[in-house]
Every structure is written in C-alpha cells, then in structure tokens.
C-alpha cells in the first residue's frame, strides 16, 4: 500500500521507510516560525531562558499580532522578540515595516516550499500546505521544544481527500470552495486533508493558501495540495534552497474521497459563532443587516483579494452605516495594491486601509465590535466573542461576498450585486 | 496514571477563545484562569474546586494554538476527557502538562456532578457514580514522559535546555 502526501513528508523528516496512521514518530523540522504573542505578557512561554537554539538559521521570528503596537504590553513583547533575535543571531527577523501575518511571510519569501516540513506558533500555519509542505501549528510549550531540539513528535493521521473538477464560476472564490467543504462535510477533526484532481489547475497558488490556512477551522492536521506547474512558477521566484516536490502514490489510502465540481459552486456564508457544518450558499441568509466588513487576513489579504475588491467597488460606496475595513496580508502585498491603485479605489469607495497585520481578526486591534453588531469577513473565524463583544456576530465570507455586502449594508450575494463579468 | 475527580460537563465544539478569551491577553498569568468560559458560563470558573474533571464533546480546543490546556490546569482542573479533541490542543494538553484524553462518546457517560477515575496509560475510564465504563486513547510513553515532568518547559528545564 502506497502512501498518502502527509505520509510521505512526515516519513521522510523522520528517516523510516513508511508511516501510517496512528504511528507516532520523531521529526526533524526544516522551518520553525514564531510570532510576536510569544513574546507580550500572558503568551505562556518564557522564550527568553532558552540557552541556545537548535539551529538560528532555521527559525523565523516577525510581527504581526499586534503591529503596531495596540498596547504597551505589546510594544513590550516586540522588544522581547528583538532582544530574542539578537541574542541567538536569528537572521531571518522581519520588524515593523518588513512585516505581514506569518503564514504569507513564510510563502512570499520563500520558506514554504514542496517536501518540507514546518512548524509555527500559530493554528493556521497548514496555510503552508499550498507549497506542497506538511506545516502544523503548535502552542508555545511544543514550539519551545523543537526551538531547542530541533525536533518533535507528530502522530500520523489518516487523510481524506478532495478531488476537486472544473473551474470556480464568476464571483465566486476559493473562500467559498472552502466554506462549502465545511458546511456539507464537517470537521476533519484528527485528520489530514489533501486536495487533486484536474480542477486544481485552475485554482491559483493565493486560492489554495486561502484554502488551506482556511483548514485550521475543521481541525486538520495538515492540508497539503500537490506539486504543479502552477505551484512551480510561483516558486521560482521565491524559494530559498533546493526543494523536493512530494506526490501522493496512485495506490495511497484514503479513508475517504470526495469529488468537488468546482462549476457548481455558489458564494457561501456562515453563520455565527462556528464553521463546521455551519455554512450556507449566500442567498440563504442575504439581507442580514451588517454593521462591519472585513477584507483580509491571512485567508484573504492577498493581492488577488484586493484586486477583486478594487474592480468589484470602483465607481461605488461603502452604504451608510457600514465600516470597511480593509487589511493587506503583508507589507509586499499592500505596497503592490498602493502601486497598482486598488488602495485608492477602495479609499475611495469609502474603505479604511490598515497596514497588515492580524489585527482584529483575532480581536486585537484594528476593528473591533460591540454588542449587537454583526460582521462580515474574509477572516479566520467566527467564534463568539473573538472579535469583540460575545455579544456580536462574525459571519465568514468569500472576498465578492464581503464587498458585495459592504455596498449594500446587508448581505448580499455579489452575483445579485454586480453585473456578471464585473470580477473579468 | 489515574486520575479522580467531579465532573463538569460541556457540549461540542467548545473553542479555544471561550476557553481562554482576548480578555485574558496580556495580563498577568495568575490573573488569567477567572476568564475561562467567561463569555459561554459567566461566573463557572469561580466554582471550580481543585481536583475537578471537565468532560466535553467533540471538538473541544477548535481553534488557535493559545494554551487554553494551561489556564484549565491553573484553574485547578485535574483533568479532562472528550468525545473527541482538536490536535494542537491536545498538544498544548500534553505540553503543559494537563492529563487529557479522548474518547468517542464519553460524555454520554457523564452527568455534571458524577465523580470520574480514568487512567492515561490504560485508557481505562469508570463513572463512580453511575459505575459506566469505557475505553480511551490512551497516551504514549513519550507523552506520560512529559505530563509527569509536568510539562514541556519543565521537561526542557530538567534536560538543560532553559535557563534556571
């Protein structure tokens, strides 16, 4: 029996032959990536009495959780990370101004790439897995370990796949193709997820780290997409050091495969408060009120988001009543949309620009509500109370969604929104 | 490995961020263990006495890697089971050294009150109250290694790896 690509990679960074499910084995980790919480008070790990670290040259430390600074304790943590970095010589430092949510760092500058295994101090880091890498988050206690040994232990997980057919239609993203998945299949709790099929030809490499950070929210292990032409022009540019693509075998075991028509596919929304089996196509819940849109994060922040946004509002406002918030995924991504205008248009619209940071998808900064507030967003999650009162609603959305229900100030399904051909 | 103690019960896909809320960021860790479940069960973490059992159903610790397992332990928890659990919050469980296991339906075992004995290394669980049994994931050897150490840090500190 052959094995799966999670198998494959995990096998190889543990030096056997073969894994399978329930197997529990020691890895070498080719990345590590840690993040300016680990550093604030309250972030549960006093990352400043390592001795020594394994390997500096194989960790990454940025900001971007509270960039800039919402609080002193904030300010406090990031001269925790800059005392960090020059204590162990971490070359790989990015500090405000060269900075932007880490999973769209460790992609934009080359650290994921095919075959390799990374591990980060953050739930979404099987963003990764659009490069063909098995990335998992880890909390502060596991990632001080593999800090200081270089190490850890994975078990692996059986794998469901996604075999995904034809193209997304107008007006709708790979958010969607996400928030489908969810709503009809539920979580994917202990497992790992893995995407083929001919459809993914057509999904470019910003919809598949929109899908595969997006993975975190049914709790899976890892969700890795394959190796391809499309993949490789990305990397070209990019990746730092050689890479080995890594290629499910035809005979690998799945405990499950579930086919996706891409071209069927419609914009979904969630509902409040969870993801899993909580998703419904956007017609089904349109003319909710909302009070707040969001476009960004590590989901959705990138520059084929903004592009998006920009054609879809230009010549529009944002309806009274409704803040839009706009939130780049990196510094590279918002000087791109500043150079090519679609910042000015969306200002223009009436959309509020931040710099890129996590911001208030995680309740941070940036963006917050209060009770009895409802908001739509391309972010992470939906958890009751994460982004503000426990008293509003987060509802997940695909880009066109987002901005379709900014204009209208209630939810709305772009298709009804803009003309057809409009996202052309 | 065993583990004794009253029960509290919770339903599914209980979060990280209930469990430790954006309210808990950045204060103090003696401060943080009150705001657990503040926005889903105002005023539960007040009546937490130390030794107490969580039983939860499936999902419990969806969401992000902040170590909810260590506000649950500084509440005084002795322990939790579940239906099923999120990986990396099982993780956290085990590197902070919160004794955690799952089991495909547990909680229909449990009612809030019930007093739970349930053991890491065999996976065995008993309801002492209403004398239901049933079997668990039980945990590996390198995994008993760190929650008896009591946790990563202190595993890592034994080792020579952290500063005293």
């Given amino acids: 029996m052959g094995m799966t690509m999670s198998e494959k990679i995990i096998a190889a960074h543990a030096g056997v032959n073969r894994v399978k499910p329930g197997d529990i084995v020691t890895c070498d980790v080719d990345w590590i990536g840690i993040h300016d919480m680990f550093f604030t008070v309250g972030g549960q790990g006093d990352f400043s009495k390592i001795k020594k670290l394994h390997d500096p040259d194989k960790t990454v430390v940025l900001l971007d959780h509270g960039v800039p600074s919402p609080t002193p304790a904030d300010a406090e943590g990031a001269c925790g990370a800059r005392a960090f970095v020059k204590k162990h010589g971490v070359k790989n430092f990015f500090d405000v101004g060269n900075h932007g949510v880490i999973h769209q760092k460790l992609a934009e500058e080359g650290f994921a790439a095919p075959g390799r295994m990374i591990a980060c101090g953050d739930s979404h880091t099987c963003a990764a897995g659009a490069f063909n890498c098995a990335a998992g988050g880890f909390g502060p206690a596991d990632m001080i370990y593999v800090l200081c040994v270089g190490q850890n232990w994975y078990q692996v997980a059986p794998t469901v796949k996604y075999e995904l057919y034809g193209a997304l239609p107008d ?235 900014a204009v209208c100030g209630r939810i709305s399904d772009p298709r009804d929104c803009f003309e057809r051909g409009a996202a052309q | 490995m065993t583990i004794k103690g009253k029960i509290w019960k919770f339903g599914d896909d209980i979060n990280t961020d209930l469990i430790f809320p954006r309210t808990a960021f950045r204060i103090s860790p003696e401060e943080q263990p009150r705001y657990v479940f503040s926005d889903n069960r105002p005023g539960w973490s007040a009546s937490v006495a130390p030794g107490d059992v969580l039983v939860a159903g499936r999902n419990f610790g969806t969401g992000s890697s902040r170590p909810g397992a260590l506000l649950l332990k500084r509440l005084g928890l002795g322990g939790m089971l579940s239906d099923s659990m999120n990986g990396l919050f099982f993780r956290n469980c085990i590197g902070y050294g919160f004794p955690a296991m799952q089991c495909a339906g547990v909680s229909a075992l449990f009612e809030e009150g019930d007093v739970a004995e349930f053991d890491l290394i065999s996976g065995a669980i008993r309801n002492l109250t209403s004398g239901a049994t049933a079997f668990g994931n039980p945990i590996s050897r390198g995994m008993a290694e760190t929650l008896e150490a009591g946790g990563i840090f202190e595993l890592l500190t034994q080792k020579g790896y952290l500063e005293t």
């Fill in chain 1, 171 to 405: 007006l709708v993203t790979a958010k969607d193709l996400f928030l489908h998945i969810a709503g009809v299949f539920g979580e994917a709790t202990n497992r790992n997820v893995e995407f083929g099929g001919p459809g993914l030809s057509s999904l470019s490499v910003p919809s598949r780290q929109s899908v595969a950070t997006m993975c975190a929210e049914i709790n899976a292990e890892f969700a890795i997409f394959p190796h391809d032409d499309v993949l490789e022009a990305y990397l070209r540019a990019r990746a730092r050091g050689a890479y080995e693509p890594v290629a499910a075998d035809a005979d690998a075991a799945y405990e499950e495969v579930r086919r996706i028509d891409l071209s069927e596919l419609a914009p979904y929304v969630s509902g409040p408060h969870s993801i899993p089996n909580n998703c419904a196509p956007v017609r089904a819940s349109a003319g909710l009120p909302i009070q707040q849109a969001i476009l960004g994060s590590c989901s959705n922040g990138r520059i084929e988001d903004l592009a998006l946004a920009a054609r879809l509002i230009k010549g529009k406002k944002v309806a009274n009543g409704v803040r839009f918030l706009v939130t780049p995924a990196s510094q590279a991504i918002y000087l791109e949309a500043l150079r090519k205008g679609y910042l000015e248009t969306l200002a223009e619209a009436g959309a509020v620009i931040t710099n890129a940071t996590c911001g208030a998808c995680y309740g941070g900064h940036l963006g917050l509500i209060g009770a009895g507030e409802r908001c739509v967003s391309t972010t992470t999650r939906n958890f009751k109370g994460r982004m503000g009162s426990a008293d509003a609603e987060i509802l997940l959305a695909g880009p066109a969604t987002v901005v379709a229900s």
